[in-house]
Every structure is written in C-alpha cells, then in structure tokens.
T-cell receptor
C-alpha cells in the first residue's frame, strides 16, 4: 500500500549546524504536508506545513521543501540548538482524505 | 496560547476493564481526533469527529472503542474492555478546519497501561 516513510531514523548534529530531515511519500495524490516535532513525554507539536501547489515554505529557523517529482519532503532547521532535540514526523493528507497520516519519525540529537 | 488538554496523564487498568480518556480541545476548533502511539512506533489515526458524529475511523477503531462529546467542551474516548495490546499513548487533537486544510494541535497524551 502507499505510505509515508523516513530515510534516517536518527540524525546527530552539533549545536549550530544546520539539520536536514528527509521524508519520502508515495501517494502522488497527497496535497497537504505537515511537519511535527515530538519531545519526550509530549504530544506532536506543529512546526510548519506546505501545500502541494508550493515547493518551499519558510518559518522561523525552519524551511520545508517539497519535491513532487520525486515525492520527497524535507525539513531544514538552521542553527540547530539543543532544544531542537526531538523526534520529527512528517505527515501527509492523501487525496480524498481529511486525516493526516504520519510517517515513522526521525530522532534528531543535537550535541552541545 | 490555547492548547489541548488531556486527563489523566497516566492510566493503569486491568485487562477487561473499561477506561475513559478525557480531552478538552481548543475552544474554537470544530474537528476532533484521537490518535495512538505504541512505544517507539508511528502515530496512528483512530477516529475523527465533527458536528457530533464520527466522520472517519480506522481499522483499529473497532466496536470496543467509542467517542463522545458529552457537554460541548469535553471529548472522550472509551475503551469498553481493554486488552494488553491497547497499552499505548493516546493523543487527542483538534483543528480549526478540516485536517486537509489546517494542522492538528495535539495534547500531551494519556499513557494507558493495561496489565
């Protein structure tokens, strides 16, 4: 079946570096994508979203890139800080559904 | 900033018992959801609720599960006869518009342990 998946389960970076978290999706009908951050013991926290009519969207220190040709989504975090350490999930809305489907998650570890 | 609140934070119950997990969604949100996360695994959709009725549900949401919005502010998930495999984090979420157009805002979850 079609699904959302992540390339790397764990990403370790040094404080101050830029981080890139990747996500592959296989449902070409998906038209809305969301990145969530989940800290230990907490629920997923919305970071940024993007619709399929865009290929880039920027927030505060974060940028989401969408490549519909290869069905790839990435989250870039600039000047990564220890507080960015968490599990990051991408979620997609498959066409015809109003329910976000979550990918497996990538654990980001930021070393001071 | 408004947030989704869930109670209790941790619930321990014996197999076969009924549990009710409670949630207070963000006040101006119209769409409500329950997800669960088994330790170390994906966040899985259970059910969505809009206009006082279930709008979508997953295969996980079988006859043992039910949802209710009893009083216009609370949103509850009931598991009638818990099984060991129901042990998980249960997250409530709400959104202002449909999940296709607006992000879901999640509570911090209830950890359900079935013994």
């Amino acid at each position: 079946g079609e699904s959302v998946g992540l390339h790397l389960p764990t990403l370790s970076v040094q404080e101050g570096d830029n981080s890139i978290i990747n996500c592959a999706y296989s449902n070409s009908a998906s038209d809305y994508f969301i990145w969530y951050k989940q800290e230990s013991g907490k629920g997923p926290q919305f970071i940024i979203d993007i619709r399929s009519n865009m290929d880039k969207r920027q927030g505060q220190r974060v940028t989401v890139l969408l490549n519909k040709t290869v069905k790839h989504l990435s989250l870039q975090i600039a000047a990564t800080q220890p507080g960015d350490s968490a599990v990051y999930f991408c979620a997609e809305n498959p066409g015809g559904s109003y329910i976000p489907t979550f990918g497996r998650g990538t654990s980001l570890i930021v070393h001071p | 900033e408004p947030e989704v609140t869930q109670t209790p934070s941790h619930q321990v119950t014996q197999m076969g018992q009924e549990v009710i997990l409670r949630c207070v969604p963000i006040s101006n949100h119209l769409y409500f959801y329950w997800y669960r996360q088994i330790l170390g695994q994906k966040v899985e959709f259970l059910v969505s609720f809009y206009n006082n009725e279930i709008s979508e549900k997953s295969e996980i949401f079988d006859d043992q599960f039910s949802v209710e919005r009893p009083d216009g502010s609370n949103f509850t998930l009931k598991i009638r006869s818990t099984k060991l495999e129901d042990s998980a984090m249960y997250f409530c979420a709400s959104s202002e518009r449909t999940g296709r157009n607006s992000p879901l805002h999640f509570g911090n979850g209830t950890r359900l342990t079935v013994t």
